[in-house]
């Protein structure tokens, strides 16, 4: 439905979708379609409903439905100004966490001693084994090393799952003191597993390191005490490689056993993002260099960061398969450049540091019990849910001009996910050339609304065929070319009917 505007309520459609989203995640609970429809209307149903939980889905989406119903936010902006009290409310996702509304309230985000919760340990060994599972299922054998993505955000607004899903695949759990607070890690006995403990190489958000220090310290002393525990090579695959690491650079085992990675104190992203967004790039090997340089920061159980790119790239060899999970339905994979900026950075420094072509995947833990796709499953859904849906593009449209270059970031996400890891199919290109290119109504009309961003999505889908990850035929780059130059000159200013 676009994007939000401060101080505009949900209309009758928009609230009939967003409470469909919310049921959807109900389970077992989740009510008839007929129902959520009548709650969106403004019928109150619960008290016709004889089955509990059912019940109180309901409850949960009448008044989830009066608060999308009403503006919170600029009374409470006035407020605030007022120098008023404004109520707390903690962060999170609406489709997992519906009593985050109504908006405009003081968000705050967790307790760092209480961080994975009980509930995301859980969660997290389901998805980690969820992950294994589909890997599996597509290769015929376990994974011995896996590259995780960890950003902040996703971690609070889960709990902790991200967490959880990596103690899950070490073969370890948070340990916590007599006050419930954080303390550590401590192994799974080798009894308890089913499976061999997972090699895993795991990245941290800036945001992550910033807000969870505590949390940066278990994930490095769960490696730590994996690569210590006097296991068979075959059910500890992260002790075998830390020890063949420590015997070929002759270091202690303590050096070759770290595997939590982010950047340097005080900076940021890969700067894969930027590259990409400027065209300022030779090749994929430019691109894996730049995210090895800004994220060979290793942080130990002391906390600190310690520039370790040669530890980094050993690690990233032995990975076979690279993935992160998605907590929020508000963003997907395509929405903002992140996401290729951090796990497509480092699935193309995989490749360059000699391991073979990357299995790539994505945990959509938004709705249900969460799906596991591959990348380009997951840029397909994208495409076709988003980009090629015209609900979604008139959506944004509806906003003029930023409608425009949220419609053009979109296409630059999507080409680079093709620049970190080949994995984008070629008609995603043609279809979004023919949807908002060669149509010529549509092309004008994003043009009058933003013509700077017009041009730029022109050549970016020039720019894909020019590197190879989709073949136009002639007339079909002719065409674009033509659009493109049309485009930039109304860039300068220049009219249309009178060049022609």
């Known amino acids: 439905h676009g994007l939000h505007v401060v101080g505009e309520a949900m209309n009758p459609d928009e609230r009939a979708d967003m409470l469909a989203s919310v049921n959807s995640a109900f389970g077992e609970a989740m009510l008839a379609g007929e129902l959520v429809e009548q709650i969106a209307s403004g019928r109150e149903v619960s008290r016709s409903i004889g089955d509990a939980p059912k019940a109180e889905a309901a409850r949960t989406l009448e008044k989830l439905n009066a608060d999308l119903s009403t503006d919170h936010e600029v009374p409470a ?85 991200p967490i959880g899903q990596a103690l899950a695949l070490i073969g370890a759990k948070p340990r916590f003191d007599g006050f419930g607070r954080l303390a550590g890690a401590e192994l799974i006995a080798p009894e308890y597993l089913t499976r061999p403990r997972i090699d895993v190489v795991i990245t941290l958000s800036g945001i992550f390191r910033d807000l969870l220090p505590l949390q940066t310290r278990l994930l490095a002393e769960a490696c730590l005490m994996a ?51 400027s ?17 060979c920061f290793a942080y130990g159980v002391d906390g600190k960061p310690v520039r370790q790119e040669e530890i980094l790239k050993h690690s990233l060899a032995r990975v076979q398969t690279a993935f992160q999970n998605i907590e929020s339905v508000e963003l997907g994979i395509t929405s903002v450049d992140h996401y290729f900026d951090t796990l497509g950075g480092i699935s193309r420094a995989v490749r360059d540091a000699g391991g073979a072509d990357l299995p790539v995947y994505v945990g959509d833990q938004n709705a249900g019990r969460g799906k596991v796709r591959t990348l380009g499953e997951q840029v397909a859904l994208e495409t076709r849910t988003r980009m090629l849906n015209p609900k979604w593009y008139e959506g944004l449209l509806q906003h003029g001009y930023e409608g425009v270059r949220q419609i053009e970031s979109h296409v630059t996400n999507t080409f680079g996910w093709s620049a970190t890891t080949g994995q984008v199919e070629p008609w995603v290109y043609r279809n979004l050339t023919e949807t908002f290119v060669l149509d010529e109504k549509m092309r004008r009309r994003l043009a009058e609304l933003n013509p700077k961003a017009s041009s730029k999505l022109a050549n970016r889908l020039i720019e894909a065929v020019e590197r190879k990850y989709w073949a136009a035929d002639e007339a079909t780059l002719r065409a674009l070319r033509d659009a493109s130059e049309e485009l930039e000159d109304r860039v300068e200013g220049i009219k249309v009917e009178a060049a022609a």
């Open 279 to 295: 065209g300022a790039w030779e090749s994929e090997e430019e691109l894996a260099a730049t995210y090895t340089s800004r994220k």
């Open 227 to 277: 690569a210590r525990a006097d296991e068979p090579a075959e059910v500890n695959f992260l002790r075998a490689n830390a020890l063949a690491y420590a015997a070929e650079h002759d270091c202690p085992l303590e050096t070759a056993a770290l595997r939590v990675f982010s950047n340097a104190s005080g900076v940021y992203g890969s700067n894969v993002n930027l590259l990409i967004d």
């Open 77 to 161: 902006i006035i407020h605030a100004l007022d120098a008023g009290y404004i109520r707390p409310v903690s962060g999170g996702d609406i489709i997992r966490s519906p009593g985050i509304v109504p908006t405009g309230r003081n968000l705050h985000g967790f307790d760092p001693f209480r961080l994975p919760s009980a509930h995301a340990v859980v969660e997290g060994a389901r998805q980690a084994d969820m992950l294994l599972d589909r890997f599996r299922q597509d290769h015929g054998a376990m994974p011995k090393s896996i590259a995780l993505v960890m950003w902040g955000t996703d971690t609070l607004k889960s709990e902790g799952a």
